[in-house]
C-alpha cells in the first residue's frame, strides 16, 4: 500500500504502516478458528486491519484501512470508505464512519455533527 516506517511528510519524518497491538486485554484469538488465527495474529500481535502514522509527539492517528471492503449477509460487497466520502460532502456532517459485517444485512453509519453550519436548526 506504499506506507513505510521510512516516511517523510514536510521533511519530518512520520513512520506509517498496519497498526498491531497486544496485551493482556488483546484477545489471544478467534475461539477454535485456527485459519482465521493465522491470518489475524502473528506471535502474539494482533493485525487491526488499520493503517496509521505515528505523529511526533508519539500518538497514532489511523489513516486508512488495509482491506477497504466487506461483504454483507445477502452477499453484497461494499467499500465503506466510497459510501463515507459520499456523506462527507453534505456540509452538515463533520465526520462519517460506515461499518458492516457478513451476518448483518445492512451497514451501520456514525456521523459527527458540524456544529457551525447545524446551528441554523436549533
Not at 470508505?81 to 462519517?96: A, C, L, S, T
Request: aromatic share 14%; hydrophobic share 35%.
Amino acid at each position: 500500500m506504499n506506507y513505510y516506517s521510512t516516511d517523510m511528510i514536510d521533511g519530518v519524518k512520520h513512520p506509517r504502516g498496519e497498526l498491531l497491538i497486544r496485551g493482556p486485554n488483546v484477545t489471544p484469538g478467534y475461539y477454535k478458528m485456527a485459519e482465521k488465527n493465522k491470518e489475524t495474529v502473528t506471535n502474539g500481535w494482533l493485525h487491526t486491519g488499520d493503517v496509521a502514522m505515528i505523529l511526533p509527539n508519539g500518538a497514532f492517528k489511523v489513516i486508512d484501512r488495509k482491506k477497504n471492503i466487506f461483504k454483507l449477509s445477502q452477499g453484497e460487497y461494499v467499500s465503506p470508505e466510497k459510501v463515507e466520502n459520499i456523506y462527507v460532502e453534505f456540509p452538515y456532517f463533520g465526520e462519517v464512519f460506515v461499518h458492516g459485517d457478513s451476518l448483518s444485512d445492512y451497514c451501520v453509519g456514525i456521523f459527527v455533527i458540524d456544529p457551525v453550519p447545524f446551528k441554523i436548526f436549533v
